[in-house]
């Protein structure tokens, strides 16, 4: 099968140097069939960041799945599947995308300028070659009947030229090209925005009970995630006190999982900026509170019952308001006490809050219900070492690899408290009482920043401006003959249309012109 | 009370729509079935001589006088012209029996529309607020929007053959919405209330319902390119439609309508998402699948103007796009988890 090619004399190869080779895959990468190709890479690599669970968005599940799948989950780990929009293959997609954009932006942008500056070009000689063509013969001079004309395409806002004295030249829907290139650099501008406001934007969680308050530093955030570019030391110290948190659940029993369902939820709060001038502001689901340092947002809630522990003596050791994160609907919230500070050995509570609770044997305790209508708290006890390690671990749960359950006074292997408001448990041995003072509710606060979203909407609506005048606006080029006609007095006209795009009304356009003529001829 | 009685109102209208577009549906395959060429005229060639002279004489190089010729350049099938219903000029007068079916098909659509609309605003009324809360609503008021937008475009040019490859989907997407989807009417979540579900959803489902005129053209460009060029052929209802060409320019036609719409909602979807969720990029499930059709729509229009590829990869390319809309909606609601859940379902 090669024998063929071998029998063949030698052909004189060009060959590419250096630079040939360059611009041989520069030509590549910005040719209109890759970025074809590059855009439906694109789609098809951004799929699996919703197939698989993502480590920026859920990192429990992630680590789930990883633990789930001991063969897969590693490999596809270290694949990137579960960071999809941070992995260096999306990102030599996307960037390749747009290297080979600006590549097909630039020369288009240099044609575009200098067709705006040049006047439309020469009519061909035979009219009647163009797809869209149509001639006539009319009453008048070829010089009248070429002013008529070009009267008429100026009414159509065609640009006119006449090169010589018979012919016209005329040219219109350059904003189509414009658009078009438009559209291109404000996608550009939407990814510097992206880009921007990933290196000086920063967000931190922070959960806040009602009646506490919360200072604008970094210590004080359960969770912050800063830009590269961003001065954690910098941050505007303002103050919110959380004043109440109003919510309201779905009491009626209207369709399928609605009852219970979050109807409003809005938090009042005392806001003081970093001048100390104090203000009261409401902060709601979709209105979150513009600060001027970062906009805080209403993202979650739940409830923190006030515990407390007392020693054998009575003296407090812990009495706080414990927020218990909601694991469903219903708010069946799970938490921990941690007292360190309680001898001879730490104490540790870990269990359950529930808003309107009910235990039963099958499904333990759980809440049928969101709002706090029968608060309880169903705990059990460890006693031992609280931090081992001295590892960083969860404010929610306890790690008890070096504590031991606290077995209950009724020879049960483990002691089971259960807890209404204002109720107290005395603990087996002598080891003190915990009470359940009350109930608060906690707001989920998120506060952040991103320098790079006014630019990116910017980009993204001009990106749409374009669009739409890059689809709707059409590029035609109209080109006039006048000659004389057979009798004195008559003129023989011929129109051509040209259209740059696929465009079925160009021929209603040229006949148009010459109806136009006939009437005013 | 009142709210109960406005809610079956609702699903009644909703109900009758269905039976009416069924209708409506076999009057248009009626319509189409009767505007088969009959045998013995597809197997006379002179007729087919005619036919193909009289279509080859539009676009001819040689221009007509002025006064005579316009017309049939600017009249592009008027409704019950004289050619066939796809503009064919100098095809055969429409039988009177297709005729009277297209006349029916076209009078039932338009009663399904109204029950749909009535459907959908009884809805609104019964639960106070914009009809867009879950998939129920979405399916509901996308089907409207597609029978609004072929009612539109159908008085600006004949379209009974389009009629057909509307209310098949439309009726797929009622179909399922009763059977399924459905919700009974309620309050939205916090997250939902906002100015931005009517611009964001509004603007979402006129989209789609836009996209999926588009499909059904894009099928049939499909078919009739694949018919066009085959050697032998049978007389069928295809030959009364449009050419693969217009076809394909309709299908186009469809889609840069459908396209920017589409651009819009994932813009108004970001500024939303920054309202709700405090950032307008997630990459939430619903935001990547959205992500998702943007691109493979945009590579449809890209590939339509690249050269070295023909225009039957382009629409299998739109094809794709739309595939990606319906696991938008129907998969990544249902399974995929993501904060895009809605009440109920």
Known sequence: MSTRTDDRPDVAQPRLGGVGWLRWTWRQLTSMRTALFLLLLLAIGAIPGSTFPQRSIDPARTAQWIADHPTAGPLLDRLGFFEVYASPWFAAIYLLLFVSLIGCVLPRTRILWHQLRSSPPRAPRRLDRLAAHRAAEVQGDPEEVREVLRGALRGRRYRVHAHDGETLSAEKGYLRETGNLVFHVALIGVLVGVGWGHLLGWKGDVIVPVGKTFANTLSRYDTFSPGPWVDVTALSPFTLRLDDLDVEFETETTGRGQFGAPRDFEASTTFTDAEGSTEERSIRVNGPLETGAGTVFLLGNGYAPRITVRDAEGTVLYSDATPFLAQDNNYTSVGAVKVPGASPQQLGFAGFFLPTGVIDGERGPHSVFPDALDPQLALTGFEGELFPSGRPQSVYSLDTEAMIAIPGADGADQLRILLRPGESFELPGARGSITFDGVERFAGLSIRTDPGKGLTLVAALLSLAGLVASLVIRRRRVFVRVGPGEQPGRTVVSVGGLAKDDDDGMADEVAALLTGLEGTG | ?345
């Open chain 2, 1 to 345: 009370m009142t709210d109960t009685t406005l809610a079956q109102l609702s699903n009644t209208s909703i109900y009758s729509a269905t039976v009416v577009l069924t209708l409506a549906m076999v009057a248009y395959a009626v319509y189409l079935a009767r505007l088969v060429p009959s045998r013995e005229r597809a197997a006379d060639p002179a007729a087919q001589d005619r036919e193909l002279v009289a279509a080859g004489s539009g676009d001819g190089p040689t221009g007509a006088p002025v006064g005579g010729g316009a017309g049939d350049l600017v009249d592009r099938g008027g409704r019950g012209g004289r050619g066939g219903p796809g503009g064919r000029p100098g095809a055969e007068p429409e039988p009177v029996a297709a005729r009277k079916a297209g006349g029916v098909a076209w009078a039932l659509t338009l009663l399904g529309t109204v029950l749909v609309v009535a459907g959908v605003v009884l809805r609104a009324a019964e639960v106070q607020r914009w009809p867009l809360g879950n998939m129920y609503e979405f399916a509901v008021v996308g089907a409207m929007f597609v029978l609004l937008s072929y009612c539109a475009w159908a008085t600006q040019r004949d379209l009974r053959w389009l009629g057909l490859f509307v209310v098949t989907p439309v009726l797929l997407t009622l179909g399922l919405a009763i059977t399924v989807w459905y919700t009974d009417a309620s309050d939205l979540m916090p997250s939902l209330r906002s100015l931005w579900l009517v611009i964001h959803v509004t603007v979402a489902t006129i989209s789609v319902a836009v996209f999926t005129i588009g499909f059904s053209l894009g099928i049939l460009y499909l078919v009739q390119d694949r018919l066009e060029s085959a050697t032998q052929r049978r007389p069928s209802f295809m030959d009364r439609l449009p050419d693969a060409r217009s076809l394909e320019r309709l299908t186009y036609a469809a889609h840069i309508v459908a396209f920017p719409l589409w651009t819009f909602t994932v813009i108004a979807g970001a500024i939303w998402a920054r309202q709700a969720w405090g950032s307008y990029w997630n990459w939430d499930p619903k935001e990547v699948w959205s992500f998702v059709i943007w691109v493979v729509y945009a590579a449809y229009l890209h590939a339509r103007v690249t050269t070295g590829w023909k225009r039957q990869n382009a629409v299998w390319i739109a094809l794709v796009g739309f595939g990606c809309i319906l696991v938008n909606f129907a998969v990544v609601n249902v399974f995929f988890v993501g904060q895009h859940s809605y009440s109920g379902l």
